[in-house]
């Protein structure tokens, strides 16, 4: 079973990634972009390089990650538990809110092509607060190119996220970010 981990930074994916490894201990776990050798060298580029890039070419690269990512770890696992820190509804969402004129029926064909039509099995959506997503960015003092840009571009992510997963109609769990860690682990354990 393939599960995605959906939100935007510092709401607690990997934080919970971590715990439902401890429930389920043959689980593998993996993200974009990165995952692969190839995924890595894309991450370097998207999320560290001091040269802005065009919206479209970050699409490209996003795209060019998951299709390796899927050849070369999601498809040989398929059989096995997955859980992935994030996937192509960030995808999606990510490029919409870098430009808005971006149709959502051809990023979703292109997501399919990369994906092999494979859209995996189930999502938790984490949903945070302006004020949450403050108060935990700037409290890891650090932050990528695309955390840089701001709260306000992080919660224009956020509602592309929930439009995605609602016309799609895919099995999600939606949960409040600002939850204790434990009471959200007990609800994802019941939904995987």
Do not use: W
């Not at 370097?44 to 990512?69: P, T, W, Y």
């Not at 498809?75 to 004129?101: C, H, Q, T, W």
């Not at 494979?118 to 955390?147: C, N, P, V, W």
């Amino acid at each position: 079973m393939l599960v995605y981990f959906e939100g935007v930074d510092g709401v607690g994916k990997s934080t919970q990634i971590g715990l439902c490894k401890e429930s389920f201990p043959g689980a593998l776990t993996t993200k974009e972009p990165g995952g692969t050798a190839l995924g890595d060298k894309i991450r370097e580029i998207l999320l560290g390089s001091a040269d802005k890039i065009s919206s479209k070419s970050e699409n490209l690269l996003f795209l060019a990650d998951r299709a390796e990512h899927y050849e070369k770890f999601i498809k040989p696992n398929r059989d096995k538990l997955i859980l992935s820190d994030r996937g192509f509804v960030s995808g999606i969402a990510y490029a919409m809110a870098n430009d808005e004129n971006l149709d959502i029926e051809e990023l979703l064909n292109l997501n399919s092509f990369a994906l092999g039509g494979d859209f995996g099995d189930k999502f938790i959506f984490f949903k945070a607060t302006k004020e949450l997503l403050h108060a935990r960015l700037f409290s890891r003092g650090t932050s990528d190119e695309i955390e840089a840009r701001g709260v306000e571009y992080l919660m224009r992510v956020q509602g592309f996220m929930s439009i995605i997963l609602a016309n799609l109609k895919f099995e999600v769990l939606e949960l409040d970010a600002s939850e204790p860690a434990d009471a959200l682990q007990e609800k994802i354990r019941k939904f995987i």
